[in-house]
DNA sequence: GCCTTTCTCGATACGCCGTATCGACACGAT
DNA sequence: ATCGTGTCGATACGGCGTATCGAGAAAGGC
């Protein structure tokens, strides 16, 4: 490896100006398309025209590509307007309004949930999420213990039901005729509350199941109010 | 035949008998000791005294393990007394009873709640531990829709809030005195709402979040009830 | 008791991963 | 024109899940 000859020539010296929000950008269709195992600093790179090492020169960590990817999805969320323009309606409509927004950004982003469950969205559009949750519910009037146990109920159920609804069911492989292993099971008489359910458990829709569960978590909410019924 | 619970186990073997349930028991304190992603096969074989490629004579996959890690601990949940039993709360204790057990499991074992997120819990303690939620919510006398959208909504909570609470903060390097990140952001101005609520946001601790939110919900469930306020 | 068949076992290897190291090179200042 | 500085990316390391396959033990037939 002395001789220039057989020494690659550096090609054009590469200006492909790279920023963080470039390599967000190249990364999100990936985990869209692939999953977010498919997101590898290598892939990424290679998305990009480069090498994995070029990546860090902007990120520390996989993981901060993890945060701007999740903080980028976060601002795709459309938030209502704010408690005190009038845009707003009221403080239960605005939490369903964020609750659907975010059901919505996580059917196009399944891998939004996965990281929801992994990490803090402290990046700044994770933070205006927080700050439109607690402005919702200061609406209320509730004392602040009472606030934080509001919101934190109501972004556990959101963060839950995204996360149970995209887990992965067992397949029945196709061509074959078979009961599912979930109606084998039922069917085996050890589990008789959920067998009897199991008909209609198959029939709810998810995106009914997630509006009449928010319904319950609202309702609760709504029945700390001071003149509440 | 897709799922590892109804593929029988192999036989007995030469120089070390192993089976399912002593591959767990050694994961297990792995996960226990230095989390989820410690847990490899490598790992997990030669804590058994053998090769990796020996634990593919019990199961398919890496998967495969973690469904039985996941069914074990959720073998651990202390369920309440089945409600037509003497030893049953009613529907509100016993739901109760079901989402405190689980957060006591969840701090023992931090990756259930990490499991709980990425696989359904199909394994016969997992089935166990729906039926019995089922059962609970059954004595409340609703319709099969509403009694499928209660249940949803109280297991979307518990894992929801589970996983939320164990997320690592930003932790502040020791030694040096400063402001949490969380404090800095919101003394910027530009999250008021957040602003306002953050000292108690910080005086909160995670079990009397949990048992706030959870009553919430637990109200919002009450509220389906036929004869209810 | 011996031979053959069958099946288990684990060594080796492949292609990924995140990232530490470091030589080569382009660029700005002197 | 030269030097110093900082960026780029090739290479490498130790890990991962798991496919392959030869060695050898167990089981069965005579």
Redesign the pocket.
Known sequence: ?SVIWE??E??P????R?DRAGITAAAVPIADREGLE??????V?SALG?????L??Y?????DLLDLMMDAVCGEIELPAPPELPGSGGWREDLRAIAHGTQFIARRHPWYVTLLGTRQPYGPNGLAYSERLFASVAALGLSARETVHAVNAVRAYIAGFLQLELLPGPEAEPGVEQLTYLARMAATGRYPALARIFAEFERVSPDEAFAEGLERVLDGVAALRPGAP
């Open positions: 490896m020494r690659p550096p090609g010296r590469r200006v492909v790279l498919a997101v590898s600093l290598r892939r790179a480069t090498g994995p090492m070029r860090y020169g990120l520390d960590t996989k993981d």
